[in-house]
């Protein structure tokens, strides 16, 4: 099937909308890169990996390593809602904001999607090929994890932990990836990634919340409800705490550890002015975390640099 032009509800005005050939705007959109914000959030952890590994090391870490995580995490992020779409194609139809997805509005059929979710995977699989064999034994376990996320919204009121578990796996990849193996570092560094995650998802799931009730989807959002804040707050809280251990188990100096305050200020506004009833500050709330995870990371360069 060929793209008539239809827009994703939740994605439009942007590159794809405007200046991409409408034979490819299906995959494109499948692929979210009219949308990539999630993959510049999968990209955190595994930039901060790699930042610790600077600072491990008094230098500044591998300049390679950061374009590979930035090529890999923008395909596998691809590969990974690709399958999320595969397997909700029948709930995406009865919500409003994700009903107009390629797959439920016909622009492609599910053997098409099929198809390119491998082409993206095969990508990602060329990139994790260029790292050493302990950090491509990592890469692979992390495939189970991404494989259950899309069941787990049907039925826990947690699918934001494992979100949390497949979108930060890449603190545990950075630091293999120059040493060879895992420290603990990594490990809480992972664990404070998982908090983070599940803090902004919850967010995110905010604006599908009426909807999700309706058709039996499970989320953070519809658990916490009015507490939502005080929530954001303990999970956000922690993310700061365990990333900033993992810093200093690595060696941080005052610059990362000023960055760390920062990235802290940026979550404390968030929890501040978050109105669950409001869709669209929650999306523009919930994006906004690249920027926060930019800060740590800039300052994790410039403290390893220095």
Known sequence: MTDSGGRVADATGNWVDLRAPAAFRPYLRLARLDRPIGSWLLLMPCWWSVGLTGLAMDRSPSGWHIVLFLIGAFAMRGAGCTWNDLVDRDLDGKVERTRSRPIPSGQVTAKQAAAFMVAQALVGLAVLLQFNRFTILT?????????????????????????????????????????????????????????????????????????????????????????????????????????????????????????LALFAGHLAWQVKRIDIDDPALCLMLFRSNREAGLILFAALLIDAAL
């Open 139 to 259: 890469g692979l376990a992390s495939l189970l994890v991404v494989a259950i996320y899309p069941f787990m919204k049907r039925i826990t009121y947690w699918p934001q932990i494992f979100l949390g578990l497949a979108f930060s796996w890449g603190a545990l990849m950075g630091w293999p990836a120059a040493f060879g193996r895992l420290d603990w570092a990594p490990i809480v560094l992972y664990a404070g990634s998982i908090c983070w995650v599940i803090a902004y998802d919850t967010i995110y799931a905010h604006q599908d919340r009426e909807d999700d009730m309706m058709i039996g989807i499970k989320s953070t959002a519809l658990l916490f409800g009015a507490n939502t804040k005080r929530a954001l707050a303990i999970f956000y809280s922690a993310a700061v705490l365990l990333i900033g251990i993992a810093c200093l188990m690595a060696g941080a100096g005052w610059i990362t550890l000023a960055g």
